[in-house]
């Protein structure tokens, strides 16, 4: 089983809608989950992090975590066509810093 | 806003030649790291440093690489000899271990493409 999986999309949605970006992972010692977002030939961006289970909201983003289904989501509320790139979500044990990563999953928001 | 800055952009080399990706992380942060993203696959960890040595280095990060903080501000990638398969994107980060997290949300560079042929 791998150890983080990411449907790769690619997931297109109009202007407006509610994006809702999931990864699934294996290993229980997973502590600090992250979700970056990399547009085309450029470095991931670090959008949010999260500590263990919970919710985190920063604007129109909302980070979930659900450590007993081993299941993380990413919402985007109101997606902008400036929204459109690749999202990774990435995470790690907390005893180290090493960050394990998923595929990404691209998204296109049109206008 | 501070950014973790990489050189060069883009950087081909012939197989077996050696190669040094420049790295300069955000100012007052301690851990650096490398990672690497082969084209449509996943970020890959290499290697993390931290107080002038390697604190984690991955199956990938064999006799070829090499990593130094060679002065106050730089952090290098040394590739001894490059292979066909080191064709990647090599990414640079670097993080605060005085954050709330201890340091494990990173922040990474632009990248370096790196095309052997």
């Known amino acids: 089983q791998k150890e983080v999986e990411q449907d790769p999309g690619p997931l297109s949605v109009p202007e407006g809608a509610i994006v809702s970006l999931n990864c699934t992972y294996s290993?229980?010692?997973?502590?600090?989950f992250m979700w970056y977002r990399q547009y085309s030939r450029k470095g991931p961006e670090l959008l949010m992090y999260?500590?263990s289970s919970g919710n985190k909201e920063d604007g129109r983003f909302t980070a979930q975590v659900d450590k007993s289904s081993k299941y993380i989501s990413l919402f985007i509320r109101d997606s902008q066509p400036s929204d459109s790139a690749t999202y990774l979500c990435?995470?790690?044990?907390?005893?180290?810093?090493?960050?394990?990563w998923g595929l990404g999953t691209s998204l296109a928001v049109n206008p | 806003e501070p950014e973790v800055t990489q050189t060069p952009s883009h950087q081909v080399t012939q197989m077996g030649q050696e190669v040094i990706l420049r790295c300069v992380p955000i100012?007052?942060?301690?851990?650096f790291y490398w990672y690497r993203q082969i084209l449509g696959q996943k970020v890959e960890f290499l290697v993390s440093?931290?107080?002038?040595?390697?604190?984690?280095k991955s199956e990938i990060f064999d006799d070829q690489f090499s990593v130094e903080r060679p002065d106050g501000s730089n952090f290098t990638l040394k590739i001894r000899s490059t292979k066909l398969e080191d064709s990647a994107m090599y990414f640079c980060?670097?993080?605060?271990?005085?954050?709330?997290?201890?340091?494990?949300?990173?922040?990474f560079g632009q990248g370096t493409r790196l095309t052997v042929v």
């Open positions: 980060a670097s993080s605060d271990p005085r954050t709330v997290t201890g340091g494990t949300e990173a922040f």
């Open positions: 100012s007052n942060h301690l851990y």
């Open positions: 440093f931290y107080n002038n040595e390697i604190s984690e």
């Open positions: 290993n229980s010692a997973f502590q600090y």
């Open positions: 999260t500590y």
């Open positions: 990435a995470m790690n044990a907390g005893n180290n810093r090493k960050l394990i």
